[in-house]
């Protein structure tokens, strides 16, 4: 069963709405957990890296003020598309790394995406 | 700087036939995990197989095998015995044990299995 809950899976907006979207490790604690972004037929674009209890480390030529991201718990990341604009519908997905395993025990575990469409 | 490349933007292979999908990898960490995910229409990541830069043997999972050549910076996948439910995209990606579960992605291949 999943492992990383996303949600909403789809959401479609007007332009100039903020959207959430929820990432949740379900039964491990993430410390850690990214979000990424795909445009069709294209691939994963890291955009920041979500931290918990700190502010999260965005990617070079990511708008922090436009991708908000909190992490307040240990099971809890969130992205807010603050004054969302037809250009940020894309697909934007989470992963989240288990806190107690290596790296090379076990991948993050991905959520299964958010498709935004804005209007 | 890590960067990932896949130079086969997509690949018709035929029912029970094997399928080599491409990947090299450039990066200047001494230690890094090497991964493959399967992306059906659907949108979710699917985990395929690991293989970590100090591995001496190729990474082996089912049908999936890694052809981790180090040497040459390479780390190809095969998919044995085709079935029509891998037509999907598959992604390489490589994380550096410093960034712990950060991924760099390639651009991807796009895979058909025909009857």
């Known amino acids: 069963g999943a492992v990383v809950s996303q949600h909403p899976s789809r959401v479609i907006c007007k332009s100039g709405t903020s959207v959430k979207i929820e990432c949740r490790s379900l039964?491990?604690?993430?410390?850690?957990m990214f979000w990424y972004r795909q445009f069709p037929k294209q691939s994963l674009m890291l955009m920041a890296t979500s931290n918990e209890g700190s502010k999260a480390t965005y990617e070079q030529g990511v708008e922090k003020d436009k991708f908000l991201i909190n992490h307040a718990s240990l099971t809890l990341s969130t992205l807010t598309v603050t004054s969302a604009h037809p250009e940020d519908s894309s697909f934007y997905i989470c992963?989240?790394?288990?806190?107690?395993?290596?790296?090379?025990?076990?991948?993050?575990?991905f959520g299964d995406g958010t498709r935004l469409s804005i209007l | 700087a890590q960067k990932i490349t896949q130079t086969q933007p997509g690949m018709f292979v035929q029912e029970k036939e094997a399928v080599t999908l491409d990947c090299t990898y450039d990066?200047?960490?001494?230690?890094?995990?090497l991964f493959w995910y399967k992306q059906p229409s659907s949108g979710e990541m699917i985990f395929l197989i690991y293989q970590g830069s100090y591995d001496e043997q190729n990474a082996t999972e089912g049908r999936y095998s890694l052809n981790f050549q180090k040497a040459r910076k390479s780390a190809n996948l095969v998919i044995s015995a085709s079935q029509l439910g891998d037509s999907a995209m598959y992604f390489c990606?490589?994380?550096?044990?410093?960034?712990?579960?950060?991924?760099?992605f390639g651009a991807g291949t796009q895979v058909v299995v025909t009857p």
């Open positions: 990066t200047s960490d001494q230690s890094y995990g």
């Open positions: 990606a490589m994380g550096g044990t410093d960034s712990w579960g950060k991924l760099q």
């Open positions: 039964d491990f604690q993430a410390t850690t």
């Open positions: 992963s989240a790394r288990d806190a107690r395993k290596k790296l090379s025990n076990q991948p993050q575990h």
